[in-house]
């Protein structure tokens, strides 16, 4: 019986999610009703509020929901990395690029965002941190990884080497969800050419 109720409650939790997802972006995030989406999932908006305490709380599930699905395929990187920087650290960042709008749109991202910003030290806004660590944290593992393999001068601090070229990839991203107009190929066009000269940089190459 527990495996049963178990199995009912993660099929709440993903009709709940996928409505949420289909909802915010045909509404958008801020005019979407919980009423509306408890009726698109087939509960009650008690059952809604009892698995979520606000619309909030739902919206950073979702982004959790991405993040979780880019750090496994992530992982997989990590482990075995194309040759050379370059190559490397644009397989990792266009991974997450090219997910990013799977579950979210730029305006649901924007709203995220806000969230967080609002309110840093809430629940959702330590959630979204802690997600943003975790992205952090894989980008220091490759970077540790290119070290390991020679391709990566030695003598360099690959923790803040991470840490730098996670900053530049989430700063370009915003810029990205800002702008409507703007596209993922061009996002990921202008990010290479950030990342292409950092790797001659700290391959020590001329």
Known sequence: MAGLRAKHKADRHARILNAAVTLF???????ARIEDLAGMAE???GTVYNYYGSKGDILIATVALEVEEVLSAGAAIVADPPK?????????????????LDYLSK???RSAMALSIEAPHTQNGARYSELDG??????VAL?????????VAAGLDVQSLGEV?????????IEFIKDDAMTLDTLKARVACQTGALAKL?????
């Open 25 to 31: 972006r045909r509404d958008g995030y801020r005019a």
């Open 43 to 45: 509960v009650s908006p």
């Open 84 to 100: 050379g920087v370059q190559q490397a650290v644009s397989t990792l960042i266009n991974g997450y690029y090219d997910h990013s």
């Open 107 to 109: 305006e649901m991202w």
């Open 134 to 139: 975790a992205l952090a944290a894989q980008v």
């Open 143 to 151: 970077i540790t990884r290119l070290q390991q393999r020679g391709e």
């Open 165 to 173: 070229i996670f900053n530049n990839l989430n700063a370009m991203f």
């Open 202 to 206: 700290i391959e020590g190459r001329p």
